[in-house]
């Protein structure tokens, strides 16, 4: 059964940093690409940033490009989103999600698998 379980969210204040953590299991890690998605209240669900594992080839969105890093740890099967400068903007219920490796995409409709999310709030 494929799982993906998210970690890491709360709260924090403006120019503050989290750390988010997707456990995948149940499937062959190196064989899917993992994305990062938030909805905010009232939004449609926004990609944040993607990641190939096999290659590290990744892309962002523009509003967290130089803000936002997104890695893999291979060995541990787990798929990590650094935030840094966030600002209440950045507030939203944050997704990991997975697909089976093929084009990178960030586009929600694309991928296949989703975990719980986590919510990360930050306030003024």
């Known amino acids: 059964e494929v799982q993906l379980v998210e970690s890491g969210g709360g709260l924090v204040q403006t120019g503050g940093s989290l750390r988010l953590s997707c456990a995948a299991s149940g499937f062959t890690f190196d064989d899917y690409d993992f994305g990062w998605f938030r909805q905010a209240p009232g939004k449609e669900r926004e990609g944040v940033a993607c990641i190939k594992p096999n290659d590290g080839s990744t892309i962002y969105s523009d509003s967290v490009k130089g803000r936002f890093t997104i890695s893999t740890d291979r060995a541990k099967n787990t798929v990590t989103l650094q935030l840094g400068s966030l600002n209440p903007e950045d507030t939203a219920v944050y997704y990991c999600?997975?697909?089976?490796?093929?084009?990178?995409?960030?586009?929600?409709?694309?991928?296949?698998?989703w975990g719980q999310g986590t919510q990360v709030t930050v306030s003024s």
């Open positions: 999600a997975a697909v089976s490796s093929g084009q990178l995409r960030l586009w929600a409709l694309w991928y296949d698998y």
